[in-house]
């Protein structure tokens, strides 16, 4: 199994988030996803429906000029399985000030007969305790 074939995958996956590519993120994602967001809410969350809506609606305040890193990724490979983790820093630039947001994220891809496709999604915080993003030490 080629690593780098998973990273790109993984690429085009978090690209068709932020960039409001819902046929992109359909085509990458499982029907039967599940996933925890704890900005969202503390239970976990089924399907896609809802994460269409996010993608149509733009909640990723992504539509300037933005750029994303995988901060200390991780892969860890189990035949058709994959498990990728790392913390996410977006920094989006909009009316003239530049943000950052941080949060630890894993995710769980299986190949099958489409290709990979994401089936379980995990983030958490990655703030300290005095509210800074660890790497960029930026208040959130």
């Known amino acids: 199994m080629n690593e780098q074939e998973i990273w790109d995958f993984l690429k085009q996956h978090l690209d068709s988030v932020y960039t ?9 994602t499982s029907k039967d996803l599940s996933l925890y967001e704890w900005f969202v809410a503390p239970h976990r969350q089924d399907g896609l429906d809802f994460h269409f809506f ?6 990723a305040k992504t539509s300037g000029d933005f750029r994303y890193d995988l901060l200390e990724p991780r892969l860890q490979l189990y035949g058709q399985t994959a498990v990728v983790s790392y913390t996410f820093m977006l ?7 530049i943000s950052h947001r941080c949060h ?5 891809l299986v190949k099958g007969t ?9 983030k958490s915080p990655a703030a ?9 030490k930026k208040p959130r």
């Open 91 to 97: 920094t989006v630039a909009a009316e003239g000030k």
């Open 114 to 122: 489409n290709g990979w496709q994401v089936v379980h999604v995990h």
């Open 104 to 108: 630890n994220e894993s995710r769980v």
């Open 54 to 59: 996010m993608i149509e609606h733009g909640w």
């Open 20 to 28: 409001r590519d819902a046929a992109t993120y359909k085509a990458t």
């Open 128 to 136: 300290p305790t005095n509210d800074l993003c660890p790497e960029c």
